[in-house]
């Protein structure tokens, strides 16, 4: 990835999202830049079949526009298959699916990746591998009980290998968070039933990545990155607006989106 890896995701974002006149463009903008980190730097994954290499979970799979622009950005995803998103009979669709190159898990039932994650870490440690497991979910997403039961179950089997990253942007599909089911403060939770915590800029990619180096994965309790970010971050019409969870783009608002993306450093 040569110029910033966010930029270029948020690009794919809009570019498809509007080719196939799709929704859920917010989400995807909200984690741009924790993508950019994971995929520019943090995941060791020399190659996707790589039995060694670390697992990612896109707990919150509405939001997989942005990991398929990282694919496609790494090159395990050609431009031709990167172009029937949400087409008849492709792999990509809004969720992840298991089987398409560089995806591990399917997701897109909110509140289950955490498990998936932490079973994960969990198989590594019994195959002593170094390989860890990161999850990324949304705020809204620990509202589901069975988020809390896998938290349990990490820091109970001291899965140091285990980093969850929760996309704090304060909204979800109907409301905003604080209104509909408040967690806040999310960080004195996770801190509560024995997670390592770490409270970031979402949108600082370096820090991100330093903040994730800086990780004792070789033991200790799990970690979590309470990230803190901005839906639709980088297109100032979608930004903390409800609606753009789920809504496409017109023609003007498209061409007002990319300008503003390309206009970022």
Known sequence: MT???????????????????????????????????????VLRVSEPKDPERDRFVLAKGHAM??????????????????????????????????GLRGVDFASGSLGQGLSMAAGAALAARL????????????????????????????????LSNLIAIVDLNG??????????????????RWRAFGWDVHEVDGHNVAALQTTLAGLDTAGGPPHVLIARTTFGKGVSYMEGQIKWHYWPMSDAEYRQAMQEVEALP
């Open 127 to 158: 195959q002593q591998s170094p390989r860890r497991a990161f999850a990324l979910l949304s705020d809204a997403e620990c509202n589901e009980g069975s988020v809390w039961e896998a938290v349990m179950f990490a820091a109970h089997q001291r």
């Open 3 to 41: 110029e910033s890896a966010a930029k270029q995701i948020r690009r794919v974002i809009l570019e498809q999202s509007k080719r196939a006149h799709v929704g859920h463009i917010g989400s995807a903008l909200s984690v741009a830049d924790i993508i950019a980190a994971l995929y520019d730097g």
């Open 65 to 98: 526009l942005a990991v398929y622009a990282a694919l496609f950005l790494k090159g395990w995803l050609s431009k031709e298959d990167l172009n029937t998103y949400c087409g008849d009979g492709t792999m990509l669709g809004v969720h992840p699916e298991y």
């Open 171 to 188: 909204q979800q599909a109907l409301g905003y968070t604080e209104e509909v089911l408040s967690l806040s403060p999310m960080a004195a």
